[in-house]
């Protein structure tokens, strides 16, 4: 059985960072494909980031810039780092996964554009940026 859990989330003031961290077990990150969502009170949800099996990685605009996702192999974990974080991105974050055979069918913009798609999801953690 997979879980994705999710931490790193907080209170932080506009303008500062975050590393929000996504640890897997039953899954293994490298060579698969995972991503970051978020959704805020009375919003879709929306795509932030992707990592293919590949490696290539994708972004949303809103995103662009300022986050960047990764994973380390070594401790199964996929980040998403966030910079320059603004009120407006407080939200609860999601990072999300698909099998490894699924993965080699889609790149990342697919999940991006679909604002989901994954067949595994973590619980979500909360970020709340203040001004």
């Known amino acids: 059985q997979v879980h994705l859990v999710e931490s790193g989330g907080g209170s932080v003031q506009s303008g500062g960072s975050l590393r929000l961290s996504c640890s897997a077990s039953?899954?293994?990150?490298?060579?698969?494909?995972g991503g970051w969502f978020r959704q805020a009170p009375g919003k879709e949800r929306e795509g932030l980031a992707a990592?293919?099996?590949?490696?290539?990685?994708n972004y949303a605009g809103s995103a662009k810039g300022r986050f960047t996702i990764s994973r380390d192999n070594s401790k199964n974990i996929m980040y998403l780092q966030m910079d320059s974080l603004q009120p407006e991105d407080t939200a609860i974050y999601y990072c999300?996964?698909?099998?490894?055979?699924?993965?080699?069918?889609?790149?990342?913009?697919?999940?991006?554009?679909?604002?989901?798609?994954?067949?595994?999801w973590g619980q979500g953690t909360q970020v709340t940026v203040s001004s």
């Open positions: 990592l293919d099996d590949d490696g290539v990685t």
């Open positions: 999300a996964a698909d099998p490894p055979q699924v993965c080699a069918s889609y790149s990342g913009g697919y999940y991006l554009n679909r604002g989901g798609g994954y067949t595994y």
């Open positions: 039953g899954y293994t990150f490298a060579n698969a494909c």
